[in-house]
């Protein structure tokens, strides 16, 4: 047990998640913090800081929450110098926050496509830019990006979503190339689909108590048989924020159940 606490300790890291006050960011923030970590988290919403801080609390955990949107450089600038100064240097980051619109292409406004890409690829580029010199300075860090399948696959009316996961892939590599040299491990997590608040209108029981269509098809899609739990991301997360990674790098870690694997069933 001495060598797995070893390998997978975070104690003393002080842990950056964005979006981190619901849903996948908050349970990859309570696995951080298990493991060791102190955590600060963003949101736009000064009531969802207040609801979050209650639910950390309730989970025996302290939490540093800030307002701050990921779009806002000169925030994000001052929100990271404001945790280094309180907590110290930050070495873990996960680019969790992000928006979707499930819209048909040909229907989306370009405002409504700008939006899902300057939230969901943008603004890590914006935040990973502001935690990244303090890494250098202190010799190693840790930067994980929520992905998605939708880095990989397309699906109708999710075309800003799987743009914007897709450049989020490649930034993660880019990352990895400019900055491994500094130890610092660039890598992304990509969730296939998850059950959480948000996605919990694809899953509820139709009128004559059958399932949702698209629950259906996810089901049938995935090997697993199952969505995922925000408690599947969990183990990635402290690993690939952890020691046991650090020759890891650039990778995408698809925690999907096996959809990306999986062609069908034969007719």
Known sequence: MEYLNDMFSLKGN??????GSYGIGFAIAKALARAGAVIAFNCRSEEHIQQAMK????EGIEAHGYLCDVTDEVHVQQLVAEIEKTLGTIDILVNNAGIIKRIPMCDMTTDEFRKVVDVDLVGPFIVSK??????????????????????????ETVSAYAAAK????????????????????????????????????LREKQPDGSRHP????????TPAGRWGTTEDLEGPAVFLASHASDFVNGHILYVDGGILAYIGKQP
Do not use: W
Request: net charge positive.
């Open 130 to 155: 502001a935690v990244i010199p303090g890494m250098i300075k202190k010799g190693h860090g840790k930067i994980i990006n929520i992905c998605s399948m939708m880095s990989e696959l397309g699906r």
């Open 166 to 201: 897709g450049g989020l892939k490649m930034l993660t590599r880019n990352i990895c190339s400019e900055f491994g040299g500094a130890n610092i491990q660039c890598n992304g997590i990509g969730p296939g689909y998850i059950a959480t608040p948000q996605t919990a209108p």
């Open 55 to 58: 639910d950390y609390e309730r």
């Open 14 to 19: 002080v842990a950056f998640v964005t979006g």
């Open 214 to 221: 698209f629950d259906q098809f996810i089901v049938s899609k």
